[in-house]
């Protein structure tokens, strides 16, 4: 038998320590055998901006024009191609959106995966069994209150996921979570409850062992630097929170989020009205199809936003936070719609693409570069001398695109 295979042997039946076989098959390589690969090093910690939690307010640091590497060029890269079909980027998008389906049960599970084998340094109270009073019976509905306090620190992570059941998570001016669970069991004495592990503070469970879990939650709006929220099969809303990132996913079934503050904002949906509301953000990138998109108040320096199979509405009253935006909309096979404000210290450099149909502006003060029924470039007079600046390509397939 290989000298390594009985040493190995030997620690399985308890014959030797995990030293001694170190120190052994340390012996056995420094005469000449190959060393084993090293375990790799811990993963980093969670990486949080050292400025703490991101006020929507607070000035941005990033040097003047620097747009997360992205600039208006990009922008006009992807005019010149406005005429290419609409069909991939649904089918691309669509791909996305089944992965994001059949991934969601898995990441009730698997998101803390780092957090949860490293359970052990924690005290007994934080990884003890399931106590009568935490598991649930099998094929009843049942509700109970949980609550925990937040320590306070932007490096805090919250993860919320739910299936078969609607999630609503509201921020307020308090340190504690409060929330009323809602879940229904497949087998007897299955374990649920709120956790803590270090910073992260999530909703474990095994998926398979649940067919309905929903939430209703109130959390301190400022305490964490990472929130993560994903649902499927039911309503997700999440509203007055404020973090470094923020991450929503959702599929079949209503979603609204609101009164949000980040550094960056990450949304998804599918199969579903998305309504967005009051986001304060540096950038964003929001995604949905088949439902209709009402996005209003958007007051996001770079922003993505698309929309497929199904209309698209942007109501904007003023550009506040920034000095300059870039903005790209796009939708599929539906209407785009997007109202605009104006001021004398506001100006738009617009491109726009409807793939057979028309495009029509009412925006005043504009000098047309190209002026064709489903192509058009247009740039506000005082461009150059406004105080805030909106670079904007729009596109859209089959249906009209209005700007007004």
């Known amino acids: ?166 999630i609503r998570v509201k921020g307020y001016n308090g340190d504690k979570i409060t929330a009323r669970l809602s879940y229904r069991a497949k087998v007897a004495n299955a374990y649920i409850e709120l956790v803590k592990l270090g910073g992260k503070y999530f909703l474990k469970y095994e998926p398979d062992d649940f067919t309905v879990v929903s939430i209703d939650a109130y959390v301190p709006e400022r305490a964490f630097g990472v929130i993560k929220i994903d649902g499927i099969n039911g309503a997700l809303d999440a509203s007055s929170l404020s973090a470094n990132d923020m991450r929503f996913s959702n599929a079949n079934g209503i979603t609204v989020i609101s009164a949000l503050s980040a550094r960056n904002i990450s949304a998804d949906s599918s199969n579903g009205r998305f309504t967005v509301s009051n986001i304060f953000a540096e950038s964003a990138s929001i995604e949905n199809m088949n439902g209709t998109m009402d996005a209003d108040e958007l007051d996001v320096a770079k922003l993505k936003l698309s929309n497929y199979n199904s209309s698209l509405s942007i109501l904007m009253s003023k550009f506040a936070k920034h000095s300059d935006y870039i903005w790209s909309v796009e939708t599929g096979n539906a209407k785009l719609n997007i109202n605009l404000p104006t001021a004398p210290d506001l100006g738009y450099h617009i491109k726009a693409h409807a793939a057979m149909s028309e495009i029509r502006i009412g925006l005043t003060g504009l000098q047309y570069l190209i002026n064709e029924p489903s192509l058009v470039e247009a740039r506000s007079v005082s461009f150059d001398k406004v105080a805030k600046k909106v670079k904007l390509a729009v596109e859209t397939s089959n249906a009209p695109l209005l700007i007004n």
Do not use: W
């Open 1 to 166: 038998m290989n000298e390594k295979l009985r040493i190995l042997k030997m620690i399985e039946n308890g014959q030797i320590s995990a030293t001694e076989a170190a120190n052994l098959l340390q012996a056995i390589d420094s005469g000449g055998s190959v060393s084993p690969t090293p375990p790799p090093p811990p993963p980093p910690p969670l990486p949080h901006s050292s400025e703490g939690r991101y006020d929507g307010y607070a000035r941005n640091t990033r040097p003047e024009g620097s747009h997360s590497g992205v600039s208006f060029d990009d922008l006009g890269a992807k005019f010149e191609s406005f005429a290419r079909e609409a069909k991939p980027k649904v089918e691309k998008f669509a791909g996305g959106v089944a992965k994001t389906i059949a991934g969601a049960a898995e990441r009730v599970s698997d998101a803390f995966t780092e957090a949860t084998s490293s359970s052990h340094s924690h005290s007994q109270a934080s990884s003890r069994p399931a106590s009568p009073a935490r598991s649930a019976p099998a094929g009843r509905t049942v509700e109970k209150q949980i609550e925990m306090t937040v320590e306070p620190g932007g490096h805090n992570e919250l993860n919320i996921s739910c299936m078969n059941g609607d």
